[in-house]
């Protein structure tokens, strides 16, 4: 019998399955088939179980039993209903390889919590707001993660059987043809995956396989994930493949791998880049990574295509907020050279001592990376949740701020990305929520509060919002009249506007290939210009909350601008005036 090249999870071929459990601490295992009596597993020398079942159909419950304790499979494809109760065995998806829907320079990102994006929040629901991301001008999706995670809701970070999607938010069948039907309208769609850690409940790999973990290296969720094992490392790997190859999704975001806590973390990356790529040449591969660390997307080693640039984000939250605590600290020197900085070369930190308790050197040199390197955002989920109410800027900040927050995110050339809702500027909060019990309840409640002591300290304990209350969880949903409202509607058309305008003149430049860009500063103005082979993208702004003066950019004296928020007038022909929180764009032919 021959089966995939891969070690995780039911192989079948033909009407004979293969069941296989990494259990190298059990002494012995058996298989539970529902309505079968329980059959033992034989060891082999790799640490892993097998038996072959004939006649086992698809829609099969079975688990394990490793040792007296009844355990899912690790890589369940699908669960009857949370992880402690049974894996279900599924037919073999036909392999969905292709190329990327669009180019990545053309990405324009919608972050999306399945649960909280739709009052019924699932699958199929998602499926009919399509449309909306689409008709907003949207041309990707990315979800929040999806995989299998206990208890009825959670934002998907503590998912604990990485290869089923969440039977709250719908079927493997279901979420394949939410794939399909974004592709169908020519959205591309991206899946954020999450390896540095398992959730707190329903990991029970420790039972049977504590060689997954490493017990003297401790991380903020538990024993660090040993990937200095090449089977543990393959766990992860094929789940990356599966995703990409069982589903069609376009890409990856690979969630904190800065919090890769052992020694083969670098191995692990490169392998796991690797291992997608050999499923789909031009994935989509997007780190979020603390460390900054510009060698992972360096274009000739084609490993990953993007990091998620909270550098970016944090300069602008500095400048439009004025807050200045907790992360925000590390900016809050010079903000406008930081925003210059993030605009111009990706990072603010490039190698610096990074001033927090340690006041280590972070970051590596970027500026040579094509501005597509680099995912921008005025609020995702992380800067939203972090809050101690979850608000949104759009409930709080002047319009005039926001305004400026989304010309500069929407028409320069880093790959800009909105949180569901904020296509809109819709107040909904999107609060930290989770489903757990008893003592690990408890522990969330006051864990979340010291995590980010900076940003609650101001508040009191009974402002915050439940994480384990439903409520807290209902506050976030959204439902399809938010986006009706009179105001909805005029915000929605404004961000329309800017998305037409990105298709039209940074696109082409994106295109057409990178040549460096440079950035010049009076007082609180910046002007800033990222050169292409096809031209040059100019932006002239003022974040600060008084008038502000600079040189007109070259090239501007007899153009238009592209788009303007807030006051832009010429003092005189060679000067501008900028009012407060205001910025004007033009876009100049190749020389």
């Not at 190298?24 to 072959?52: S, Y």
């Not at 990409?244 to 083969?264: N, Y």
């Not at 111009?344 to 040199?365: C, I, K, M, N, W």
């Amino acid at each position: 019998m021959t089966h995939p090249a891969r070690r995780f999870g039911p192989l079948r071929d033909g009407h004979d399955v293969t069941f296989r459990l990494y259990a190298p601490d059990a002494r012995r295992v058996d298989l539970l088939v529902d309505g079968m009596i329980p059959l033992p597993m034989t060891r082999r020398g790799d640490g892993f179980f097998d038996v072959e079942l004939a006649g086992v159909e698809p829609g099969h419950r079975y688990r394990f039993l490793a040792d007296g304790v009844l355990v899912p499979d690790p890589a369940s494809r699908m669960q009857e209903r949370d992880p402690d109760g049974w894996s279900v065995l599924v037919a073999d998806p036909p392999p969905r390889i292709g190329n990327a829907i669009r180019p990545w320079h053309e990405a324009v990102i919608a972050e999306v919590h399945v649960g909280t994006a739709t009052p019924e929040g699932t699958f199929r629901a998602l499926l009919d707001r399509l449309d909306h991301y689409r008709d907003a001008g949207f041309t990707v999706i990315e979800l929040m993660p999806v995989a299998d995670f206990p208890g009825a809701r959670n934002w998907g970070y503590d998912g604990v059987l990485l290869y089923a999607p969440d039977r709250s938010y719908g079927t493997p069948d279901e979420l394949r043809a939410l794939v399909d039907a974004a592709h169908a309208r020519g959205l591309g769609i991206m899946l954020d995956v999450v390896y540095n850690h398992f959730g707190p409940s329903g990991n029970y790999l420790p039972a049977y396989a504590s060689s997954f973990f490493r017990a003297d290296i401790a991380t903020p969720w538990g024993p660090a994930i040993d990937l200095e094992s090449e089977t543990v490392r393959d766990f992860f790997t094929e789940n990356a493949a599966c995703w990409l190859a069982d589903f069609g999704f376009d890409g990856l975001r690979f969630d904190a791998v800065h919090a890769l806590a052992t020694a083969g973390a670098e191995i692990f990356l490169t392998e796991i880049a690797h291992a997608c790529r050999a499923v789909r040449p031009d994935a989509w591969l997007v780190l979020e990574n603390h460390d900054n660390i510009a060698g992972w997307m360096t274009r000739d080693d084609s490993l990953f295509t993007a990091q998620w640039n909270d550098d970016w984000h944090h300069a602008f939250h500095v400048l439009a907020t004025g807050e200045r605590g907790g992360y925000y600290a590390p900016y809050a020197g010079d903000p406008v050279a930081a925003a210059a900085r993030a605009l111009t070369e990706g990072f603010v930190f490039q190698g610096e001592p990074y001033p927090d308790a340690e006041g280590q050197p972070r970051g590596t040199p970027c500026a040579t990376l094509a501005p597509d390197a680099f995912v921008s955002f005025v609020q995702n989920h992380d800067h939203i949740g972090n809050r101690p109410l979850g608000d949104r800027l759009a409930g709080t900040l002047a319009p005039e701020r926001l305004a400026l927050l989304r010309l500069v995110l929407m028409l320069s050339p880093e790959i800009p990305l909105l949180f569901q809702g904020e296509e809109a500027l819709l107040p909904t909060p999107f609060p930290f929520f989770c489903d757990f019990e008893g003592d690990l309840a408890e522990a969330v409640r006051t864990g979340r509060r010291s995590e980010f002591a900076d940003f609650f300290r101001d508040h009191d304990d009974g402002q915050f919002p439940d994480p384990l209350d439903e409520d807290t969880f209902r506050a976030a949903v959204l439902a399809p009249e938010d986006f009706a409202t009179g105001h909805a509607r005029r915000e929605l058309a404004a961000f329309r506007a800017l998305a037409d305008l990105r298709r039209q003149h940074v696109w082409p430049l994106a295109a057409s290939g990178w040549r460096d860009a440079q950035a010049s500063r009076t007082g609180d103005a910046i002007a800033v210009r990222w050169r292409f082979a096809a031209g040059t993208l100019v932006m002239v702004l003022n974040p600060g909350p008084s008038p502000a003066s600079l040189a007109r950019p070259a090239g501007t004296e007899t153009l238009a601008s592209l788009a303007v928020t807030g006051t832009v007038e010429p003092a005189e022909t060679a000067a501008l005036t900028l009012g407060p929180f205001s910025a004007a764009v033009w876009r100049l032919p190749a020389a």
